[in-house]
């Protein structure tokens, strides 16, 4: 099984419509992140977890919130809908959170906002 | 602040022919710098990383990267490209805050491998 998973894989919506996308992750890391990709621009942060406690904006949070339900689970949500969130989101972990610490990816959520 | 240059959105190779991703930094501290890989709808996954150790590094599947200071650039290697290797590659920067760190990514180079 994957260490880092993400529901759902794709999704369709409407403008305006709240939407969360969901992150869970076996590996018993503290940190978790949420990354947005559009074509020809890399990743960029959109937010970021130490634990359940500590929620950080990243570089584009404006739009977003998150959840941190517990310390396996991450949840990404866009209160209402606007066609340029249309990305795809990808969420991640790491253990110390160390500027020589790996994230681990997640397969991707591929959200089309109409 | 940190930032990455990938030089060439696109690269084609030859399946057998060498592999040249060329990937230049900046950081204000000594960074860290990673070299992910994506094939088609998939993840990230990490191919390298440099963390002030060696300064050349190897990776999964016969990748290798080598951190020059002085020209500031982490390019990315293979001897001979293998079919399976057409994926998009990013180049990755992060450097040490407040005791945490964040990743800032390249804009992605996409590498086509041809028969």
């Known amino acids: 099984d994957a260490d880092v998973t993400q529901t759902p894989r794709n999704r369709i919506t409407k403008t305006g419509k709240r939407i969360m996308l969901e992150c869970s992750q076996t590996?018993?890391?503290?940190?978790m992140y949420w990354y947005r990709q559009d074509p020809g621009l890399g990743l960029r942060l959109i937010y970021y977890?130490?634990?359940?406690?500590?929620?950080n904006k990243g570089e584009i949070s404006d739009g977003y919130s998150v959840s941190r339900q517990a310390q396996a689970k991450f949840s990404l949500s866009l209160e209402s809908a606007i066609p340029n969130q249309t990305a795809l989101y990808f969420c991640?972990?790491?253990?110390?959170?160390?500027?020589?610490?790996?994230?681990?990816f997640g397969p991707g959520t591929r959200l089309t906002v109409l | 602040a940190q930032s990455v240059t990938q030089l060439d959105s696109h690269v084609s190779v030859s399946e057998g022919t060498p592999v040249l991703l060329r990937c230049n930094y900046s950081?204000?501290?000594?960074?860290?710098l990673f070299w992910y890989v994506q094939h088609p709808n998939k993840g990230l996954q990490l191919l390298l990383k440099?963390?002030?150790?060696?300064?050349l590094v190897k990776g999964i599947n016969g990748f290798e990267a080598e951190f020059k200071k002085s020209e500031t650039s982490f390019h990315l290697t293979k001897p001979s490209a293998h079919m399976s290797d057409a994926a998009e590659y990013f180049c990755?920067?992060?450097?040490?805050?407040?005791?945490?760190?964040?990743?800032?990514f390249g804009k992605g180079t996409m590498l086509l491998v041809s028969p």
């Open positions: 991640a972990t790491s253990d110390f959170g160390g500027f020589a610490d790996t994230q681990y």
């Open positions: 590996k018993g890391h503290d940190r």
């Open positions: 977890s130490f634990d359940v406690k500590d929620i």
């Open positions: 950081s204000s501290y000594s960074p860290s």
């Open positions: 440099y963390t002030s150790a060696a300064t």
């Open positions: 990755v920067v992060s450097e040490s805050g407040s005791g945490y760190s964040t990743l800032t």
